[in-house]
């Protein structure tokens, strides 16, 4: 699990930095000329920021595999990559598309990153306190 939770950590750490820094320099000439520009580049960064906290959040998941029982950190570490997917990857697509009807799906990916950060949360409470 902790090999798993490494890679995951270091493809959406890798990911979000590059979709972050196409944000910077590469989206806005693409965006030019389209409604609510400025909205847009707004989902992206949101979307970028979560993306890479919650990268950086699964390598935490890794290093804590030692301590906390699996079945919490898979728990944790699904509710996460789901949170992430739903959450940063709609407002990716928003931002590209334009389709603002996707903006429903972005709070169960919220929901989902709630859920990663509690079930951690539970997990570290029932964690041995020898281990």
């Not at 804590?64 to 029982?69: G, I, K, L, N, T």
């Not at 709630?114 to 951690?120: K, V």
């Amino acid at each position: 699990m902790r090999r798993l939770l490494l890679l995951s950590s270091a493809l959406n750490g890798f990911l979000a930095v590059a979709l972050g820094a196409f944000g910077a320099h590469g989206l806005r000439s693409r965006l030019d000329g389209l409604p609510y520009v400025a909205r847009r580049l707004a989902w992206w960064d949101t979307a970028a920021h979560y993306h890479l906290v919650h990268a950086v959040a699964l390598g935490v998941l890794a290093l804590a595999s030692e301590h906390v029982a699996r079945n919490w950190l898979a728990r944790a570490s699904v509710a996460m990559l789901a949170g992430m997917l739903l959450f940063s990857g709609s407002l990716y697509v928003m931002t590209l598309t334009g389709q603002t009807a996707l903006g429903a799906v972005t709070p169960f990916g919220g929901l989902g990153l709630l859920a990663g950060w509690a079930l951690l949360g539970v997990g570290a409470l029932r964690m041995d306190p020898k281990r």
